[in-house]
């Protein structure tokens, strides 16, 4: 583990950017990068370094589980919406439905293990990211780092979620089992136990591979579209540079690239997304099996809703993850520009 810590750290990704001339005061965020104007400041840790990758994992918890939790009503008329669109015929009609029976505390339930699960989730799924988004860039160079940086983030963001995918799975079957399953526990230190004496471990895992088939092109979707979204607001939308802009002014725009992302991810994972809703409702049910019952326009179910709270999710989530990384000061590289040997070849070319 030292290695890859040690690797990271090295990368030339961490220093993809070009030379910028500035009157700026200019500071090292990383070896022979220059950041200037609103990021010239001191830092708590080096970038790529292990104290970063836990700060920033922490910064993934809080991301993750507090918004995560803060949905959970509209996620349970979701999942209610997936696996029986009969009973709840809408967003509207499914929060009427459930209160009807239930009352309004019964929109929280299955929030215990959206928060554990969730929590433990985004330490993964933000820590690796920035674990192997440094990494997979030493391993490629500098300039096709910045050349194929889509596919940098696509990589690297579907490495963490493999492994966020596996802390997760085991409260996410919890969570649905409470939330869909009539008679199952309505908590998690009840239904943790029911779930792991009368299916062994392979209770908690058996969604795993729908989950990964959910989760990985969601994630995917998430960092590569908010990461070249933030570089066009800053190019074409953002009337001033990056590093003119305030902190306030910059966790705006992280919101906006945010929210843009989460519709798009909202989309590309529905379907993978009512798989595992219905799968975790049915004991012995196999994805094939789930996929060939709902049909095409039964894998859409739900779909409305899961683009607000995803969209609203995501956004929050980078919002949170971004303002934490300020609040705790940590290194907040601009996006990428060209690297001065890669401008160098691009010009002797046009010569």
Not at 185 to 208: H, V
Not at 266 to 285: F, R, W, Y
Request: positive net charge.
């Amino acid at each position: 583990m030292f290695s890859l810590w040690e690797t990271a750290k090295n990368s030339p990704f961490a220093r993809p950017a070009a030379t910028v001339e500035c009157d700026a005061p200019q500071k090292e965020l990383v070896k022979g990068r220059k950041i200037a104007a609103a990021d010239a400041e001191e830092y708590s840790c080096e970038y790529g370094s292990g104290k970063y990758y836990a700060l920033c994992g922490f910064g993934g918890l809080l991301s993750c589980g507090l918004t995560h939790t803060a949905v959970v009503p509209l996620d349970l008329v979701k999942c209610r919406i997936q696996v029986d669109p009969d009973k709840y015929k809408g967003v509207i009609n499914g929060f009427k439905v459930s209160i009807k029976e239930g009352g309004v505390r019964s929109l929280g339930l299955g929030w215990a293990p959206t928060f554990f699960g969730y929590s433990m989730q985004g330490v993964c799924k933000f820590g690796f990211y920035e674990v192997f988004k440094i990494l997979y860039g030493d391993l490629i160079g500098e300039e096709n780092a910045f050349l194929y940086r889509t596919s940098l983030y696509l990589a690297a963001s579907a490495s963490a979620e493999f492994f966020a995918d596996i802390a997760l799975s085991p409260m996410e079957a919890c969570k649905v089992r409470i939330q869909t399953m009539p008679g199952f526990a309505t908590t998690l230190r009840a239904g943790f136990p029911i779930i792991l004496n009368n299916e062994g471990l392979n209770g908690f895992y058996k969604g795993l591979v729908p989950l990964w088939s959910r989760q990985i092109p969601y994630t995917m979707m998430k960092f590569a579209c908010f990461e070249r979204t933030v570089e066009a607001l800053y190019s074409h939308v953002v009337p001033k540079p990056r590093d003119q802009c305030s902190k306030s002014e910059q966790l705006v725009v992280t919101f906006a690239a945010g929210y843009i992302a989460g519709v798009f991810c909202a989309i590309v994972s529905h379907p993978a997304d009512t798989i595992v809703s219905k799968l975790n409702q049915k004991s012995g049910s196999t994805a094939m099996g789930v996929a060939k019952e709902l049909g095409f326009a039964g894998l859409w179910k739900g779909l409305f809703p899961r683009i607000i709270m995803i969209g609203t999710l995501t956004a929050l989530q980078w919002f949170i993850y971004d303002a934490v990384k300020v609040t705790l000061g940590l290194p907040r590289p601009p996006p990428p520009g060209m690297p001065e040997s890669l401008r160098l070849k691009l010009e002797a070319k046009q010569a």
